[in-house]
């Protein structure tokens, strides 16, 4: 095991102030591989303490957008450097393929902290004005002030980059807690934010369980702003929690996204589209497209065109390079996905391909569970209903274009959802009538920092990334200026409420020194 992994607060690196720790485990083998400071309520009232003080007497919220951007960069370059590092950490903590850390997790934080960078330094040009008689007017974007992020353990260090990159590049203070299974690479991060040279205070890592460092920090009434990504329930949670001081939150949670396979498809391609679409990273993903829709007339042989490419997925330990999945990431969730398997099945669904658990070689301890289809599904069982957040892929015919629609609507999630067409213009009238917040036509988990992602219905508030998610972390100001100045005859409309002066008396003859007629 390696050295204590602590809290980083007011750019100290500290123990947590009951001095109890915790440990993680790696998921490929079973065993604890790390220790962290275990933070409490205490650390998140010093960290969200060393933010405030970061924001209301420190330099960050009142330099220029461009000097930001600049740290900003230098984060994304540290991250590159440390690539290889944070992979392996991400790995080894969340279960995530060696390939996937590196080609994906990593890179997407770097283009994350970028595309903010670019942000930031535009905030600095002037923009046009709406124009208004009378008056000069203007709009102006500040920091909201303190933020507190708490994040999931899917995608550990995206979801820390998400929620990092945007807060401090709007001049922001951020306080964030990460999931308990998987802290290290959300420490490492900000690590490499104080390497970056931002001011102490600017960036506070709070290792910790929900219910305590979590709670603590989304109820403080120091903190201007909430952003969490994790489950419906913890998401209801915590709205409850900020909404006793009107905390402005960003919500992105749940979904159970359709993958709708038009009769007009590119079978081949469309067939390892929709394994990608719900397989990528065991389908531990919130945009995963669980829900397979196929065309009846395609249906039969493709899904078991499907299954049999299933099978030929290789699950393995997460730093194994041949691995195509890694394994669950904790013991709790491959109960999780064991039991809806298992409830699917009573449901009245057939197991067409995986169904179990399967044990690797060498690492008899991991928790690895087999990509699983199930057939037979109708759209009003649970397991085509509820996030089950594993390698679960449900299928389910329909009969024809509006049909798709209507049963991919039908659900409490609105998250993603995604249309296999050989017609593009076909695939995007079906796309508009999807209630999500991302469509993906032709491929899946696309998600870009220049463009908008969050969810309609339950599966979230707000949106991260692009302009719309950079917005989240700015209050609005405007600033309203007279044209006439200080000295300007009074505003007729103040005579709607404030009585006109009297006015002075004509000066008589004897102030005025004279006689009539002089
Ligand atoms: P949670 O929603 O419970 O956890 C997400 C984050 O919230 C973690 O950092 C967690 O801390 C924290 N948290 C938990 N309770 C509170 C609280 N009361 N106040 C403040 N913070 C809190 O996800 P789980 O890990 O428990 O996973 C459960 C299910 O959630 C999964 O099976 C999946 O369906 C869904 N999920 C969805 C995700 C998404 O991206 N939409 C991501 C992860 C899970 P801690 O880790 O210490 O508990």
């Known amino acids: 095991m390696t050295d204590t992994h602590r809290l980083l607060i007011g750019g100290d690196l500290l123990d947590a102030s009951s001095g109890e720790t915790f440990d993680s485990i790696d998921p490929s083998t079973g065993e604890p591989f790390a220790t962290i400071a275990r933070g409490g309520k205490e650390d998140a009232e010093r960290a969200v303490a060393a933010a405030r003080r970061a924001f209301d007497e420190g330099p960050w919220p009142r330099m220029k957008g461009r000097e930001r951007a600049g740290y900003l960069l230098k984060i994304a370059d540290l991250v590159k450097q440390n690539a290889a590092h944070l992979a392996e950490l991400e790995a080894r903590d969340g279960g995530h393929t060696i390939r996937m850390a590196k080609g994906a997790d990593i890179g997407m934080v770097i283009s994350t902290f970028r595309v903010f960078a670019e942000m930031a330094a535009r905030e600095d040009d002037e923009r046009p004005q ?9 709009v102006r974007y500040e920091p909201i002030g303190v933020c507190a992020a708490v994040t999931p353990w899917n995608f550990p260090i995206q979801m820390a980059a998400w929620k990092i990159a945007p807060a401090i590049a709007a001049g922001n203070t951020v306080v964030i807690k990460p999931a308990s299974y998987t802290p290290l690479t959300t420490i490492a991060l900000g690590r490499l934010c104080m390497e970056a040279g931002l001011p102490e205070g600017v960036v506070n890592v ?49 979904g159970k996204s359709a993958s709708i396979v038009l009769d007009d498809v590119d079978v081949d391609y469309a067939l390892d589209g929709a394994l990608w679409g719900v397989f990528f990273h065991n389908g531990q993903v919130c945009s995963a497209g669980t829900r397979l829709l196929v065309d009846r007339k395609l249906h039969d042989d493709f899904v078991a065109e499907l299954a049999k490419r299933a099978d030929r997925i290789r699950t393995g330990p997460a730093l194994d390079p041949s691995s195509d999945a890694g394994p669950i990431v904790s013991k709790t969730q491959l109960e999780t996905v064991e039991r809806y398997v298992r409830i699917g099945q009573e449901e009245g669904a057939d197991v067409l391909a995986g169904g179990e658990r399967t044990v690797i070689e060498g690492h008899d301890g991991g928790y690895y569970f087999k990509p699983t289809i199930l057939g037979g599904v109708t759209n009003d069982m649970k397991v085509a209903r509820e996030e089950i957040f594993g390698p679960v892929l449900v299928v389910i015919p329909f009969d024809d274009e509006a049909e798709a629609v209507r049963i991919a ?37 696309m998600i870009n920092p220049r463009y908008p992602f969050g969810g309609y219905k339950q599966s979230g508030l707000g949106r991260e990334h692009g302009e719309l998610g950079y917005n989240e972390y700015r209050e609005v100001k405007h600033i309203h200026v007279d044209l006439g100045g200080p000295s300007r005859a009074r505003h007729p409309w103040w005579d709607l409420t404030v009585p006109k002066p009297e006015a002075p008396a004509a000066p008589g003859p004897e102030a005025a020194g004279r006689k009539p007629g002089g």
């Not at 709406?130 to 203007?138: F, L, M, Q, V």
């Not at 109820?219 to 702003?225: C, F, G, I, R």
């Not at 659900?411 to 695939?427: E, H, Q």
């Open 130 to 138: 709406p124009r208004s008689p009378g008056s000069t007017n203007w």
């Open 206 to 254: 709070l290792a910790g369980p929900g219910a305590a460092a979590g709670e603590s920090l989304v109820a403080s009434p120091l903190v201007d702003k909430v952003a969490f990504t994790g489950s419906t329930e913890v998401g209801s949670r915590i709205m409850q929690l900020a909404s006793a001081n009107i905390t402005k939150c960003t919500l992105e949670l749940g």
């Open 409 to 445: 609507n039908d659900s409490i999630y609105g998250l993603a959802g995604g249309v296999w067409s050989g017609d593009n213009a076909r695939a995007v009238k079906v796309a508009e009538q999807l209630r999500t917040g991302t469509v993906w036509i032709n491929d899946w988990h």
